[in-house]
C-alpha cells in the first residue's frame, strides 16, 4: 500500500510511502465487490501508521473480508481491468480486447479552478506608477537583497506598496487598487500544473496530435486506459517504452520515477494524481571528462510576460544550464545523477556550473553541425506557441488577461535527437515564482532588469535591457 506523508515530513510538500502490510493485512484479497475498505492511519504520538479496515456491509461469521486493491474514477470495466494489471496475468487484456472499444469514453474533464480565484473586473484601469520612485512589497528575501534600482523602494507592508511581488500564490485579483501591481495571473496554472500543461500542449498541436516540442503524456488519473494502451502497442512493435511518471504539482524533482515496466507505472497512478510521459531516450548530451562522459542536461529559460491581451513575450537573454553528474545510458533508472539534473537539493552531490556564454561556443565545439543560435530560435518559437495556446481560451482553460499582472516564469527545456538528425528542444515544465538563486548570484541585476522591464515607461528604461522580444 502507499500513504502520504507530508505534515509528518521534514519536505515541504507531500510525497508517497510504500510500505508493506503485516501477514493479516497481506492476507486479504482484492474483490470487485469488497466486504470492507481500508485506510492509513497516522498516530501522531507513537509516529506509527496503522491501516484501518471498516466492514461495507453487514458480515456474518466466517464471511470473507475482501477489499478493493484500488481506487478508480467512473465505474468502467475497462479501467478496472486496467487498473488490475498488476495482479494479473501479463495476456489478461491484449490490443485485440472488445474493452477497448469503451477508450472514448476517457477524457480529462474541462478545466477548473484548482483555488478559486477572483478574476480581475473588466472595467479596470491600471494606472501605471507615476512617481520618480515605486514602492515595492515582497516576501521574496532575493528581490529585498538584489532589488536596487533607484526607481523602487521596498515597503514593510502591502497597503502601501504599488507593486506586490510574492512567492505565495495570489488570489484575491478584485481586491487591487488601480495603482496596485502584482506578479502574477488569474488561472496561470494552466501552464504551471504539469496535467494541465499538457492540455495546453495537445491544444497547440494539430489534427489532435501533440506538437512537436511536447512529449507523448497521459493524465494518469483519467487516461490510464489510453496509457496502458499505448504501452502495450510500442511493445508490440518492439519500440522502446521508458516513461517517466510525475506529481501534478511537485517541483525540485521530487517522485519522480523513471520505469519500463507497465505495472510499476500503473501502481504509482494510486499514489496521488500523475502524469506518465515519454522519456526522452535520445537526448542530447554534453561531454563532460571531469564526470566520465557525455551527460543528460537541460536548459531554463525566464520568460517575461508584461501582458496577456494582448500577448507580449520575452524572453531573458542569459539562460541556466542543469547537468547530470554520471554518463547517460537507458539503464539503472534509480540512478538520480545518471537521468536527472536537478542537483542543488542534495547534500554532498556536485552542481556543476557553466555559464551561458561559456557554455555556447563548448556545444558548438561538440556539435559543429548545429549552432546554438538555431537550437535557440526553436526554443523561442517553442514558447511562442506555449503561451498563445495557454492564452486562447479564457478562464479557467487560459491564462486570464489582467491589466494589474506582470509575470516571469522559468521554461525547463531539454533538447532530444529527430530520427532525421535535428535537434528538437522539449518542453519539461513551466515554473511559477522560479528558483533565482544563481540567476542573482552571477547577475545581480537580474531584478532590476524585471523590475524595469514591467514597471518603468520606455522612455525611463536604459534602453539595453538584457531581453529578446518573442511576440
Same mark, same amino acid.
Given at each position: 500500500?502507499?500513504?502520504?506523508?507530508?505534515?509528518?515530513?521534514?519536505?515541504?510538500?507531500?510525497?508517497?510511502?510504500?510500505?508493506?502490510?503485516?501477514?493479516?493485512?497481506?492476507?486479504?484479497?482484492?474483490?470487485?465487490?469488497? #466486504?470492507?475498505?481500508?485506510?492509513?492511519?497516522?498516530?501522531?504520538?507513537?509516529?506509527?501508521?496503522?491501516?484501518?479496515?471498516?466492514?461495507?456491509?453487514?458480515?456474518?461469521?466466517?464471511?470473507?473480508?475482501?477489499?478493493?486493491?484500488?481506487?478508480?474514477?467512473?465505474?468502467?470495466?475497462?479501467?478496472?481491468?486496467?487498473?488490475?494489471?498488476?495482479?494479473?496475468?501479463?495476456?489478461?487484456?491484449?490490443?485485440?480486447?472488445?474493452?477497448?472499444?469503451?477508450?472514448?469514453?476517457?477524457?480529462?474533464?474541462?478545466?477548473?479552478?484548482?483555488?478559486?480565484?477572483?478574476?480581475?473586473?473588466?472595467?479596470?484601469?491600471?494606472?501605471?506608477?507615476?512617481?520618480?520612485?515605486?514602492?515595492?512589497?515582497?516576501?521574496?528575501?532575493?528581490?529585498? #537583497?538584489?532589488?536596487?534600482?533607484?526607481?523602487? #523602494?521596498?515597503?514593510?507592508?502591502?497597503?502601501?506598496?504599488?507593486?506586490?511581488?510574492?512567492?505565495?500564490?495570489?488570489?484575491?485579483?478584485?481586491?487591487?487598487?488601480?495603482?496596485? &501591481?502584482?506578479?502574477?495571473?488569474?488561472?496561470?496554472?494552466?501552464?504551471?500544473?504539469?496535467?494541465?500543461?499538457?492540455?495546453?500542449?495537445?491544444?497547440?498541436?494539430?489534427?489532435?496530435?501533440?506538437?512537436?516540442?511536447?512529449?507523448?503524456?497521459?493524465?494518469?488519473?483519467?487516461?490510464?486506459?489510453?496509457?496502458?494502451?499505448?504501452?502495450?502497442?510500442?511493445?508490440?512493435?518492439?519500440?522502446?517504452?521508458?516513461?517517466?511518471?510525475?506529481?501534478?504539482?511537485?517541483?525540485?524533482?521530487?517522485?519522480?520515477?523513471?520505469?519500463?515496466?507497465?505495472?510499476?507505472?500503473?501502481?504509482?497512478?494510486?499514489?496521488?494524481?500523475?502524469?506518465?510521459?515519454?522519456?526522452?531516450?535520445?537526448?542530447?548530451?554534453?561531454?563532460?571528462?571531469?564526470?566520465?562522459?557525455?551527460?543528460?542536461?537541460?536548459?531554463?529559460?525566464?520568460?517575461?510576460?508584461?501582458?496577456?491581451?494582448?500577448?507580449?513575450?520575452?524572453?531573458?537573454?542569459?539562460?541556466?544550464?542543469? &547537468?547530470?553528474?554520471?554518463?547517460?545510458?537507458?539503464?539503472?533508472?534509480?540512478?538520480?545523477?545518471?537521468?536527472?539534473?536537478?542537483?542543488?537539493?542534495?547534500?554532498?552531490?556536485?552542481?556543476?556550473?557553466?555559464?551561458?556564454?561559456?557554455?555556447?561556443?563548448?556545444?558548438?565545439?561538440?556539435?559543429?553541425?548545429?549552432?546554438?543560435?538555431?537550437?535557440?530560435?526553436?526554443?523561442?518559437?517553442?514558447?511562442?506557441?506555449? &503561451?498563445?495556446?495557454?492564452?486562447?481560451?479564457?478562464?479557467?482553460?487560459?491564462?486570464?488577461?489582467?491589466?494589474?499582472?506582470?509575470?516571469?516564469?522559468?521554461?525547463?527545456?531539454?533538447?532530444?535527437?529527430?530520427?532525421?538528425?535535428?535537434?528538437?528542444?522539449?518542453?519539461?515544465?513551466?515554473?511559477?515564482?522560479?528558483?533565482?538563486?544563481?540567476?542573482?548570484?552571477?547577475?545581480?541585476? &537580474?531584478?532590476?532588469?524585471?523590475?524595469?522591464?514591467?514597471?518603468?515607461?520606455?522612455?525611463?528604461? #536604459?534602453?539595453?535591457?538584457?531581453?529578446?522580444?518573442?511576440?
Amino acid at each position: 500500500m502507499a500513504a502520504s506523508e507530508s505534515r509528518f515530513s521534514p519536505l515541504p510538500q507531500s510525497l508517497p510511502v510504500w510500505y508493506i502490510m503485516d501477514e493479516l493485512g497481506s492476507r486479504i484479497q482484492h474483490s470487485d465487490n469488497p #466486504s470492507v475498505a481500508m485506510s492509513v492511519f497516522f498516530y501522531i504520538p507513537l509516529q506509527m501508521a496503522f491501516s484501518l479496515i471498516w466492514p461495507l456491509r453487514d458480515l456474518d461469521y466466517e464471511d470473507e473480508v475482501t477489499r478493493m486493491y484500488y481506487s478508480v474514477v467512473g465505474d468502467s470495466e475497462l479501467a478496472a481491468v486496467c487498473h488490475m494489471l498488476p495482479w494479473s496475468r501479463e495476456h489478461s487484456l491484449s490490443l485485440n480486447d472488445p474493452l477497448w472499444s469503451q477508450l472514448d469514453q476517457f477524457v480529462v474533464p474541462a478545466m477548473t479552478e484548482r483555488c478559486k480565484e477572483d478574476l480581475p473586473s473588466p472595467d479596470v484601469v491600471a494606472q501605471p506608477p507615476s512617481g520618480p520612485i515605486s514602492m515595492v512589497y515582497t516576501d521574496l528575501t532575493l528581490v529585498k #537583497s538584489f532589488l536596487t534600482h533607484p526607481a523602487f #523602494s521596498l515597503t514593510s507592508t502591502e497597503e502601501k506598496a504599488e507593486i506586490l511581488w510574492l512567492c505565495e500564490h495570489f488570489k484575491q485579483f478584485r481586491s487591487l487598487r488601480p495603482n496596485q &501591481f502584482v506578479n502574477q495571473y488569474p488561472c496561470e496554472n494552466v501552464v504551471t500544473c504539469k496535467d494541465l500543461l499538457v492540455e495546453v500542449a495537445r491544444r497547440a498541436g494539430h489534427s489532435q496530435m501533440l506538437p512537436p516540442w511536447f512529449p507523448v503524456s497521459f493524465n494518469l488519473l483519467y487516461e490510464l486506459p489510453h496509457m496502458v494502451r499505448e504501452f502495450l502497442t510500442r511493445k508490440e512493435r518492439n519500440q522502446d517504452n521508458v516513461w517517466i511518471v510525475k506529481p501534478w504539482n511537485l517541483g525540485r524533482g521530487m517522485d519522480i520515477q523513471i520505469t519500463d515496466n507497465l505495472t510499476h507505472i500503473i501502481r504509482l497512478a494510486q499514489t496521488g494524481p500523475k502524469i506518465a510521459s515519454k522519456y526522452i531516450t535520445s537526448p542530447v548530451l554534453f561531454d563532460r571528462p571531469d564526470a566520465g562522459g557525455k551527460v543528460k542536461f537541460d536548459v531554463r529559460y525566464v520568460v517575461l510576460v508584461p501582458s496577456v491581451a494582448p500577448l507580449v513575450l520575452y524572453s531573458y537573454n542569459v539562460f541556466w544550464l542543469r &547537468f547530470a553528474n554520471r554518463p547517460f545510458s537507458l539503464d539503472n533508472f534509480t540512478d538520480y545523477q545518471k537521468h536527472f539534473t536537478v542537483m542543488n537539493y542534495l547534500e554532498g552531490v556536485e552542481l556543476k556550473q557553466i555559464h551561458f556564454n561559456e557554455f555556447i561556443p563548448e556545444f558548438e565545439r561538440q556539435y559543429p553541425n548545429h549552432s546554438w543560435k538555431s537550437v535557440e530560435n526553436k526554443i523561442h518559437q517553442m514558447l511562442r506557441e506555449v &503561451f498563445q495556446s495557454a492564452c486562447s481560451r479564457p478562464p479557467p482553460a487560459g491564462i486570464a488577461p489582467s491589466p494589474q499582472s506582470r509575470a516571469i516564469y522559468a521554461a525547463d527545456i531539454m533538447l532530444e535527437w529527430t530520427p532525421q538528425g535535428d535537434i528538437q528542444p522539449v518542453l519539461l515544465e513551466v515554473n511559477y515564482s522560479p528558483d533565482c538563486v544563481r540567476a542573482c548570484k552571477y547577475h545581480p541585476d &537580474f531584478f532590476n532588469h524585471i523590475f524595469e522591464l514591467f514597471f518603468l515607461d520606455p522612455t525611463r528604461q #536604459s534602453g539595453n535591457l538584457p531581453v529578446t522580444r518573442l511576440l
